[in-house]
C-alpha cells in the first residue's frame, strides 16, 4: 500500500498515499463488495479504518485526537438534531458521528452508537472521574457530571506488521513478542491485542493492533509532546505509528472557527 499525503488525510491511522485529488490505492487483497439492501446502523470494520467515496471523492477515517467543549454548531448541527428522539427512546451511552466538514457544509461519514476505538483510550486520558463510577451511571440512567481537563488529548495507534492486513502467516511472526519499556511507567499506555506471560506484555491476537499511546496538554502541541515522548519510551520490534497527528491542528482550527462550527 502506498502512502497518504499527511496534509490531505489528518485523521487515519494508517498512511497510504493520495497522489491524485481523487485517486487512493488500495491493495485489492483487502475489498471486498458484498451486495446489501438495507439501513447501516453502525460501520464497523477490523482494523478501524474505513475508506468512502462522497461524491466521488475518496476519503480515509479514524479517530486521532480530541477536546472537550461545550455545545457548539458542529454538535448542534449532527448529534444535537437528534437528541429528543434519543431521549424518546431512552437511549444512553456514546454516540459518535465522525464528519468531513468544510466551508459549505458537514457531510457525516460513520455513526457509531458505542464507545470506538481508539476513541474510548482517548477519552480515558482526558476524563477524570472514576470510569466505574461513570459508566455505573450510565447503565443506570442517572444524573452524572462528568470533569474533563482543560486542553487537548492525543492518541498514536502503535501497530506491528502484517497490520492493516490480515495475514496470519505473517502475524504468527509477531505474536508473543515482548512488549518493552525503557523507563518504568505505563502511564497513558493503553492495550489492544496483547496478553500477559511470564509478568510480561506480549503481542497477541491477530490484528497486529498493539498499542494506543495517549497524551494531554493545554496546547495541541504540548498533547503531542507527551504522546510521543511515551512512544519513544517503548521497545517493541518494527513497532510502527503516524508521526503526524494533530500536526495540522493550527490551521484546522483556524478553518473551523471561521466557518463558524467551534
Known amino acids: 500500500m502506498k502512502r497518504l499525503n499527511a496534509k490531505e488525510l489528518r485523521t487515519t491511522e494508517v498512511d497510504p498515499e493520495r497522489v491524485k485529488k481523487l485517486d487512493s490505492w488500495i491493495d485489492k487483497?483487502?475489498?471486498?463488495?458484498?451486495?446489501?439492501?438495507?439501513?447501516?446502523?453502525?460501520?464497523?470494520?477490523?482494523?478501524?479504518?474505513?475508506?468512502v467515496r462522497r461524491n466521488g471523492k475518496p476519503y480515509w477515517c479514524g479517530n486521532t485526537s480530541m477536546f472537550w467543549s461545550e455545545?457548539?454548531?458542529?454538535?448542534?448541527?449532527?448529534?444535537?438534531?437528534?437528541?429528543?428522539?434519543?431521549?424518546?427512546?431512552?437511549?444512553v451511552g456514546c454516540i459518535d458521528i465522525n464528519c468531513i466538514v468544510n466551508g459549505r457544509g458537514i457531510y457525516p461519514l460513520e455513526f457509531t452508537?458505542?464507545?470506538?476505538?481508539?476513541?474510548?483510550?482517548?477519552?480515558?486520558?482526558?476524563?477524570?472521574?472514576?470510569?466505574?463510577?461513570?459508566?455505573?451511571?450510565?447503565?443506570?440512567?442517572?444524573?452524572y457530571q462528568l470533569r474533563t481537563r482543560k486542553g487537548f488529548?492525543?492518541?498514536?495507534?502503535?501497530?506491528?506488521?502484517?497490520?492493516?492486513?490480515?495475514?496470519?502467516?505473517?502475524?504468527?511472526?509477531?505474536?508473543?513478542?515482548?512488549?518493552?519499556?525503557?523507563?518504568?511507567?505505563?502511564?497513558?499506555?493503553?492495550?489492544?491485542?496483547?496478553?500477559?506471560?511470564?509478568?510480561?506484555?506480549?503481542?497477541?491476537?491477530?490484528?497486529?493492533?498493539?498499542?494506543?499511546?495517549?497524551?494531554?496538554?493545554?496546547?495541541?502541541?504540548?498533547a503531542r509532546k507527551q504522546a510521543y515522548s511515551r512512544v519513544d519510551n517503548i521497545i517493541l520490534i518494527n513497532m510502527f505509528y503516524r508521526t503526524d497527528i494533530g500536526a495540522a491542528w493550527g490551521e484546522d482550527s483556524d478553518k473551523l472557527m471561521t466557518w463558524g462550527y467551534i
Not at 43 to 48: G, L, S
Not at 71 to 85: A, C, D, S, V
Not at 167 to 187: A, N, Q, R, V
Request: aromatic share 12%; net charge neutral; charged share 25%.
Open 29 to 51: 487483497r483487502d475489498m471486498k463488495i458484498i451486495n446489501y439492501n438495507g439501513k447501516v446502523y453502525c460501520a464497523t470494520v477490523k482494523n478501524h479504518i474505513i475508506y
Open 71 to 91: 455545545p457548539n454548531k458542529l454538535f448542534k448541527e449532527t448529534i444535537g438534531r437528534m437528541e429528543e428522539e434519543f431521549r424518546k427512546a431512552g437511549y
Open 113 to 143: 452508537n458505542r464507545f470506538g476505538y481508539p476513541t474510548i483510550s482517548i477519552m480515558q486520558e482526558g476524563i477524570l472521574n472514576e470510569w466505574g463510577e461513570f459508566l455505573y451511571s450510565l447503565a443506570n440512567k442517572q444524573n
Open 153 to 222: 488529548q492525543v492518541g498514536v495507534v502503535c501497530v506491528v506488521p502484517p497490520f492493516p492486513y490480515d495475514d496470519k502467516h505473517s502475524m504468527e511472526i509477531y505474536k508473543d513478542l515482548t512488549i518493552l519499556f525503557k523507563k518504568p511507567g505505563i502511564e497513558g499506555i493503553h492495550l489492544g491485542d496483547v496478553k500477559i506471560f511470564d509478568n510480561s506484555w506480549r503481542v497477541a491476537g491477530d490484528s497486529a493492533y498493539v498499542l494506543v499511546v495517549t497524551g494531554s496538554g493545554t496546547t495541541m502541541e504540548e
